[in-house]
């Protein structure tokens, strides 16, 4: 055949092609469908009652508020994996709430062995952190799974681990303002061990989770 009348027939045949919006866009649009309904499962599971008084101790803060961008710079990352052209830095950005997130537990952990010794490091099975992450996180990681696939998904593995870290530590989040647990080593190997699994559990199947949409 041709080749001219080739790309002569491909063009009449081709359709239109929306471009994605920015992943700025797509991260508000996820944190908008994704935030007030991990607050209202939180309200629903019962507020922790010390909470306001949690709120005047500034390493509590820092957690939370780590773990919150942790969520939403990896949801960022995300979006703009699934976008060719993307600069790849982009993809490094959860590492700099993750660290802040790390440095502050860590510290807690200091703190209570320094003014406690092994008595302050407080340790008892809590599985149930478990499940309750990956509810909370379940609409998040729903949500993003949709937005990954309108995507072109180059890295499949990296952007799910993205995409699930977005969710569970969002559901982190959601956790945290109605457990009440809160000793350092507890808050590190249930919660954060959590989602450290979840994310690496839904890396191992990126492939399957990223299928584009048909």
Same mark, same amino acid.
């Given at each position: ?34 935030? %007030?309904?991990? !607050? !209202? ?16 101790? %500034? ?22 994996? @699934? ?9 490094? @950005?959860? *590492? ?11 510290? /807690? ?15 008892? &099975?809590? &599985?149930?952190? #478990?499940?309750? #992450?990956?509810? #909370? ?5 729903? #949500? ?10 180059? /890295?499949?593995?990296?952007? @799910?681990?993205?995409?699930? *870290?977005?969710?569970?530590? *969002? ?15 507890? @808050?590190?190997?249930? /919660? ?20 584009? *949409?048909?």
């Amino acid at each position: 055949m041709d080749t001219k009348r080739l790309i002569e027939e491909l063009a009449k045949s081709a359709q239109p092609v929306r471009r994605l919006p920015r992943p700025e866009y797509r991260l508000l649009f996820w944190l908008a469908t994704t935030l %007030p309904t991990v !607050l !209202l499962i939180a309200w629903a599971a019962g507020i922790r009652p010390d909470l306001a008084a949690k709120t005047t101790e %500034p390493l509590f803060i820092i957690q939370v508020s780590a773990a919150l961008l942790t969520a939403v710079s990896a949801a960022w990352a995300t979006l703009s994996a @699934v976008v060719p052209g993307e600069p790849r830095w982009k993809l490094a @950005v959860p *590492l700099i709430p993750f660290g802040v997130w790390m440095a502050a537990i860590g510290q /807690q952990c200091w703190s209570e062995w320094r003014l406690f010794g092994a008595a302050g490091m407080e340790f008892r &099975p809590d &599985p149930a952190c #478990i499940p309750a #992450i990956a509810v #909370i996180g379940a609409a998040p990681a729903v #949500i993003m799974v949709t937005l990954i696939r309108r995507g072109a998904v180059l /890295q499949p593995r990296l952007t @799910v681990f993205l995409g699930a *870290l977005a969710a569970a530590a *969002l559901g982190h989040f959601g956790l945290r303002l109605s457990h009440p647990t809160d000793a350092g080593l507890m @808050v590190l190997v249930w /919660q954060v061990g959590t989602v450290a699994g979840l994310s690496a559990l839904a890396a191992l199947c990126g492939r399957a989770i990223a299928k584009p *949409l048909a």
